[in-house]
């Protein structure tokens, strides 16, 4: 059975901030590592991802990095906007796509 | 192209009642899911077809059965529904199973169970 810890469960940040979600898995043949965006009454959406060759990579606000060693992944959110405030979920797997818990993002004004 | 699409959006069902849920991609992926998502909570994966003609358990299988008529549609089936299974179901899919993936979801069926 393969785990998927995604932390913290819920993160408040002010206008402004760095949002930092982790995604820590056991699996290493894993080799994809995306993150998805869900707003209430949606379902998810693919924010952002990397692959294992690369351990950054940078979207507009949005930055994903990868740290083989300690099989974790991160979602960081720069100068984070209440438009961000939404529900963020790791995912993991090879068919069997697995997702991790979420983090519910509130950015405050 | 509509994407990935669920019927029904809603559905209100008494306890030992079955109903199918039904969902449909136009995009050829190869691959399809169904999650369910409780309140306040995370998606959690019941079945899943990685190609036509096969369907696999996910993590919460009990209580649900699936179909993959054709490398379309995807249908879930309670049998019997029980207070437990009022939830969101959302229907996604892949074009493959392995590499770069990107999901694509459905609307989501909203089904409550009394």
């Known amino acids: 059975q393969q785990q998927v810890k995604q932390s913290p469960q819920s993160l408040i940040v002010q206008k402004g901030g760095i949002s930092i979600i982790n995604c820590a898995y056991e699996?290493?043949?894993?080799?994809?590592f995306p993150w998805y965006q869900q707003f209430p009454g949606k379902g998810p959406a693919l924010l952002i991802a990397?692959?294992?060759?690369?351990s950054e990579k940078k979207e507009g606000r949005f930055t994903i990095s990868f740290n083989k060693s300690a099989k974790q992944f991160s979602l960081h959110i720069m100068d984070s906007q209440p438009g961000d405030s939404a529900t963020y979920f790791c995912?993991?797997?090879?068919?069997?796509?697995?997702f991790g818990a979420g983090t519910r993002l509130a950015v405050h004004p | 192209n509509a994407g990935v699409t669920q019927t029904p959006k809603f559905q209100v069902l008494k306890t030992g009642q079955s109903m199918t849920l039904q969902c449909a991609q136009d995009?050829?992926?190869?691959?399809m899911y169904w999650y369910r998502q409780d309140p306040g909570m995370g998606l959690r994966l019941i079945y899943y077809?990685?190609?036509?003609?096969?369907?696999d358990k996910g993590e919460v299988p009990n209580g649900y059965n699936v179909s993959r008529l054709n490398k379309r549609e995807f249908s879930l089936r309670l049998e019997s529904a029980a207070p437990s299974q009022t939830s969101v179901y959302f229907c996604?899919?892949?074009?493959?199973?392995?590499?770069?993936?990107?999901?694509?979801f459905g609307p989501g069926t909203r089904l409550t169970v009394t």
């Open positions: 699996n290493t043949a894993f080799d994809y």
């Open positions: 995009m050829n992926h190869n691959s």
């Open positions: 077809s990685a190609s036509e003609g096969t369907t």
């Open positions: 990397i692959r294992p060759d690369v």
């Open positions: 996604a899919s892949i074009r493959g199973g392995q590499g770069a993936y990107e999901q694509y």
């Open positions: 995912l993991l797997g090879y068919n069997k796509l697995i």
